[in-house]
């Protein structure tokens, strides 16, 4: 982007850069705002309530759903995020700038002595990276990341991109049939079985088959019994509240609070690069370090008085990762 000569490298975004059998993309066409589903995926808090079910005994039932194909309470770590989540669900936010774009913590206490950081990503110009519910630590790295991109149509459509990387083994048939599973457990809403018949209108092979136009599959009986949002596909309950606002909504019309501190932040962000863009007074932030790029989202606790910003940098960042798969080679 920009008037730069040669153009710059594309970004080293982590799912770019593993085999195409680490790879797994889907997309499908959204029916709003670039922005406004930006702000979706920056806004961690609304885990906790969307995604998740009626209760924190039921979040913690070990048990796999039929209705959305996700499975509960099985795994140790997510499940003492979710406890600490769904338990605290006002968390507090600060921001981080960095090269790609901004750092967002949320914030939550943990007991006593301990604070639950939730470390979401929003990379210039259009990427997100959400954190999962699981709480990490140097014992424990990941090795799936996941993140969406964002791209504008026009002023009232977007086609969403979703990404998910294995960084150390290809997936197993297992996973990549998880994956393909529709309702879908994950980011993945735009696998063939969630996609209407194609048609030959604008993005006509990327429609959802549950839309506004049927209520997004909403299920009254899933919502009375079990799960909080009563549309049975992760990323559809996503779809429904971004684009249920009207595809541009009125900023007159908002009151935001501390939880919005980090879609605040992306908007100036976005305006000022805009800007810097149009008077051809600044290059696009991250284009001059596609290195940044190579990070993921995560969760961690720490004591009370400890700063966030080196372990969400030691845990998130990924050139340890691929500088270790590089001497493999
Ligand atoms: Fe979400």
């Not at 995604?51 to 770590?77: F, I, P, V």
């Amino acid at each position: 982007m920009g008037a730069q000569r040669p153009a710059p490298s594309l970004p080293d975004l982590p799912w770019f850069l593993v085999p195409p059998e680490q790879q797994f993309f889907t997309k499908r066409f959204q029916e709003s705002n670039f922005v406004q589903a930006i702000e979706g995926g920056i806004d961690t808090t609304h885990a906790g309530f969307l995604h998740t079910r009626l209760t924190l005994e039921l979040a913690l039932k070990r048990e796999t759903d039929a209705k959305t194909n996700r499975s509960w309470g099985d795994d140790e770590q997510t499940n003492k995020g979710l406890s600490i989540a769904m338990t605290n669900r006002y968390a507090r936010f600060e921001m981080l700038d960095t090269d790609y774009g901004i750092m967002i913590a949320s914030r939550r206490e943990a007991g006593d002595a301990e604070t639950y950081w939730r470390i979401n990503q929003f990379l210039f110009p259009y990427y997100t990276m959400p954190p999962g519910h699981g709480v990490v630590d140097r014992t424990t790295p990941k090795a799936s990341y996941g993140g969406h991109a964002f791209v504008p149509i026009d002023d009232e459509h977007t086609m969403t991109w979703s990404f998910t990387a294995n960084l150390v083994e290809p997936f197993s048939e297992k996973e990549r049939d998880k994956m393909l599973q529709y309702p879908n457990p994950g980011l993945h809403a735009g696998v063939p079985k969630g996609l209407l018949p194609p048609t030959s209108e604008p993005m006509g092979a990327f429609r959802g088959i549950h839309n506004m136009r049927n209520d997004y599959g909403l299920d009254y009986e899933l919502q009375r019994t079990s799960q909080f949002c009563g549309i049975p596909d992760r990323s559809t309950q996503d779809n429904a509240v971004q684009e249920s606002m009207g595809p541009i909504y009125d900023r007159g019309n908002e009151h935001l609070g501390v939880s919005d501190s980090g879609v605040i932040h992306m908007r100036r962000r976005l305006l000022e690069a805009a800007k810097g863009l149009q008077a051809q007074a600044a290059a696009a932030p991250g284009v001059a370090n596609p290195r940044s790029y190579l990070i993921g989202a995560c969760g961690f606790l720490l004591p009370n008085e400890a700063s966030w910003i080196d372990t969400a940098y030691e845990l998130c960042s990924l050139q340890p990762q691929f500088d270790a798969l590089a001497a493999m080679v």
